[in-house]
């Protein structure tokens, strides 16, 4: 992955976890947060392994559309959720959630793999991920915060994702083709079936959606390239990246449409 990708990559978890903080505040809504923890431990592992079963992929992507599977709570999230209209306390507490899970999700799955990694690098990513998070959360108890500021951060982090959109696609689009149609088809799957699992977990729908689409590749790229340096699970995980983001801005788009045609009628009624 270039530097400019990661460099934009890095910026963007940063603004999103940090403006996350800075608006965690108190009454989050359980029933949305459980029904995330339900789909994501259970519903989007099953999801995978049935898909898995009817695709029959190779092995090397069976290996990483697994991780996949078990590794939500991706740093942009946040950003993508509350963009998308969801609860600022719901949204930070969902996160923080997922995050830690994936922790706990990712030995499981390399265990049933029978492959084992030292559990420090898993707990360190996050850590690193959780940190911008309590800082901006402990910023906001401790000074008077613009309510501005969040909305500002949130601005900037859409047009890094709209950057990271782009280079993605210039550095991976052409990665894509050579992985086959047949891969290509079992990504593009689970993209859906991530999108679609949040759906359904609780309402509204478009940011638990964005809440369970954006997985931890952060986690999963450092498991493959601890496990296989530069090998193809690798290119799995990070071509699944530039379908998940792309989707990702399409739903955003949507959400923001529906949002707008929903204010308007309100507004004529």
């Known amino acids: 992955m270039s530097p400019a990708i990661t460099i934009a990559l890095v910026l963007l978890a940063l603004l999103s976890t940090f403006a996350a ?22 519903g ?60 706990v999700l990712v030995p499981l799955g390399l265990a049933a793999l029978e492959l084992t990694l030292p559990g420090w690098p898993l707990v360190g990513v996050i850590i690193v991920q959780l940190t911008p998070l309590l800082t901006g959360a402990a910023l906001a108890r401790r000074v008077t915060v613009s309510a501005r500021l969040p909305a500002r951060l949130r601005t900037v982090g859409n047009v890094l994702l709209l ?54 590749l952060t986690l999963t790229l450092l498991v493959c390239e601890t496990l296989e340096p530069g090998g193809v699970p690798t290119l799995v995980v990070a071509s699944y990246g530039l379908l998940m983001y792309a989707a990702a801005g399409v739903l955003l788009l949507f959400a923001r449409r529906v949002a707008t045609d929903g204010n308007e009628a309100a507004a004529n009624a």
């Open 21 to 42: 903080g800075l608006e965690l505040g108190h009454g989050h809504d359980r029933r949305a947060v459980k029904g995330l923890l339900l789909v994501n431990v259970v």
């Open 44 to 103: 989007l592992p099953a999801l995978a392994w049935l898909l898995m079963h009817l695709t029959q992929p190779l092995p090397e992507v069976r290996q990483a559309v697994w991780l996949v599977a078990l590794a939500p709570g991706g740093a942009s999230a946040p950003l993508l959720a509350r963009s998308a209209g969801g609860a600022p306390t719901t949204t930070g507490v969902s996160f923080v959630a997922l995050c830690v899970t994936s922790a």
């Open 163 to 216: 950057v990271v959109i782009t280079l993605l696609t210039i550095d991976r689009g052409p990665h894509l083709l050579t992985l086959g149609f047949s891969t290509l088809g079992v990504l593009a799957s689970f993209v859906a079936l991530s999108a679609t699992a949040g759906a359904v977990a609780g309402r509204p729908r478009a940011p638990l959606s964005m809440l369970t689409l954006v997985r931890n």
